[in-house]
DNA sequence: TTGTAAGCGTTATCAA
DNA sequence: TTGATAACGCTTACAA
């Protein structure tokens, strides 16, 4: 190691200041960073990951298809994992469920990182999850299921966010309101339908089954509950689904029926994903900060604190765009 | 190394099966792999790298923020990663152009990847591929530049694609096409435009200035460039939008005007982007294979071929949908 | 065809 | 507060 000739040390020294040991003279810690700054000197990370405890590498997760979801997370792991000098290695989990799972075991044994970020709904994988912590994986997961309480975890309160939108459309006028639930495998689709009755429960309003309609986050199943539930003399004035892709559904939907939106209907998404923006009128939402979530879930990893587990808490924003409106006068 | 033991040999010798050497006596490989089997062992990626000449690491380099662009070719990239047993390290370049090589600097020196992939614009950076070439790591680009003819490379005929699409809005009876170019800092949209140009004149139309558009790649670019286009009585019955999202900013902006698409207006895109299928009616679009070519790009660094480079071409696909049909009959 | 020995560049251990 | 030396788990060079 030049660096330490450099400065008239030994490596082992240079190896203290690199990694911000205490018990370092500080001429000599000085010494030492100007001699690294003049050489440009870079540590080797396969040594490091190699004679060390720390890889300098987090393994990003997910099995959501979603292009707009997974690009935000990992605009936010890229940020974290850049301030904190680390890697992101992305991986997709797929096929069946044993499958992934050996592709994990595999992961975690060859390349030895020093921490995972679970998306949902691989974040809620019981299997995935003992694996971890029978390999002694540190992880992250992103907006897990109620209750979970291992490692660590970040999330946002679905329930009020839901809850807040519902309110919102009731406060706008509307009395049929009708809801989309999400894909029946992610646990924030159950939460999010909790959240919307409750809403509906605390303005008195009941809750009507015929416009609950099941769906499963797709642009598709939104476009199917759409038709359904607009093609009717007993149409809801406004509906509320589970994610964006399936809000997008539904105005397709009503584009198709002749329904104007927000004339005749009122929408409103879920995640503020890229394509709420990019339909005319723009679509109302949830906007969920799932780049600073992961952001966040980056820095915990990071931070290590000796086997600590904790969670953090992101707040929401309702997002009032083109696609939502007073309810019509005469119902 | 447990294996060896097991399997009688020299550490050596199993290094040898591991890594697909010749030489290696046919019963001899097959009592290693057995014992390889047995004790579930993986090779430590780290030591292989810190020793040897690989270091089963593939960099994504992109500084395009479009999510299905960007999600596309991870899909691809993840797929070849997995079948050669690579890792796929992601970075986004960000800020200045001497900031954003600074850090790839410092990602080529203490990552020591075995090639990074490149997707547009970066790609067509002299100052990027310079300093890859300096450092000795191999690149494949996506798309680059014509003429480009160092490294490896992934593309397809952006002109004929363009020229495709427009000489079916042509055999659709359309006369009066407007085009919307892209953001001047990618190449394609000058070979995009130059085949939009070709199309006409083969046709024999004349290239009508006002009906050629700037914009950027962006939703807004493609809505201000619709308004411009469409709030006019000497409006195109087609528009042919350099990418997705302008043509979506076009379908938005033709709703807001209450001109309905494909009747009174044919809208066309290029990419087929997931935004592409969210729409009503769904866009027509030029599908380019991302997720294959960046496999292929990939493919390519992980071959080595010793100091070898090449390109290989894949094929575009005119996806017809929803947003175009024969122009009316009275232009 | 197989094995031995010497690194690769860093951190951990333990002694000074 | 510092340093010598032994790992870390592989591959490469060279020898047998």
Same mark, same amino acid.
């Given at each position: ?127 995935? !999850? &003992? %694996? =971890? *912590?029978?390999?002694?994986? @540190?992880? /992250?997961?992103? #907006?897990?299921?109620?209750?979970? +309480?291992? $490692? ?74 759409? !038709? &359904? %539930? =607009? *093609?009717?003399?007993?149409? @809801?004035? /406004?509906?509320? #689904?589970?994610?964006?892709?399936? +809000?997008? $559904? ?75 409106? &007073? ?5």
């Amino acid at each position: 190691m030049d660096v330490a000739a450099l400065a008239g040390v030994s490596i082992k020294t240079v190896s203290r200041v690199l990694n911000g040991e205490r018990h370092v003279g500080s001429y000599t810690r000085q010494r030492v960073q100007r001699a690294i700054e003049m050489l440009d000197y870079r540590p080797n990370i396969a040594a490091r990951s190699l004679s060390g405890a720390r890889a300098y590498l987090i393994g990003l997760f997910f099995d959501n298809p979603s292009p707009g979801y997974v690009s935000e997370m990992q605009a936010g792991a890229m940020r974290a994992c850049r301030r904190a000098a680390y890697h992101l290695v992305v991986e997709q989990l797929s096929g069946a469920a044993d499958e992934s799972l050996a592709q994990l075991d595999q992961l975690a044994r060859t390349l030895r990182m020093d921490g995972v970020v679970l998306s949902p709904p691989v974040c809620d994988r019981a299997d995935v !999850l &003992a %694996l =971890l *912590d029978a390999r002694g994986v @540190p992880y /992250a997961r992103i #907006a897990p299921a109620a209750g979970a +309480a291992s $490692g660590h975890f970040v999330w946002m309160d679905d329930a009020a966010a839901a809850r807040a939108m519902t309110s919102r459309l009731i406060e706008l006028g509307h009395r049929r309101i009708a809801f989309i639930r999400g894909h029946a495998g992610h646990a924030v689709s159950e939460v999010r339908y909790g959240g919307f009755r409750e809403a509906l429960a605390k303005a008195g309003l009941p809750l009507d089954r015929e416009l609950v309609k099941p769906g499963d986050f797709s642009f598709r199943s939104g476009w199917e509950a759409g !038709l &359904a %539930l =607009l *093609d009717s003399p007993r149409r @809801p004035s /406004a509906v509320f #689904a589970s994610n964006d892709d399936m +809000a997008l $559904g539904v105005m397709a939907a009503a584009h198709r029926l002749k329904l104007s939106v927000p004339e005749d209907l009122s929408v409103a998404g879920f995640d503020d994903s890229p394509g709420a923006r990019v339909v005319w009128p723009q679509l109302t939402t949830v906007r969920q900060p799932v780049a600073l979530m992961t952001e966040g879930a980056i820095d915990l990893l990071v931070a290590r604190p000796a086997g600590a587990t904790g969670g953090r808490l992101y707040p929401f924003e309702i997002v009032e765009r083109g696609s939502t409106a &007073a309810a019509a006068a005469a119902p």
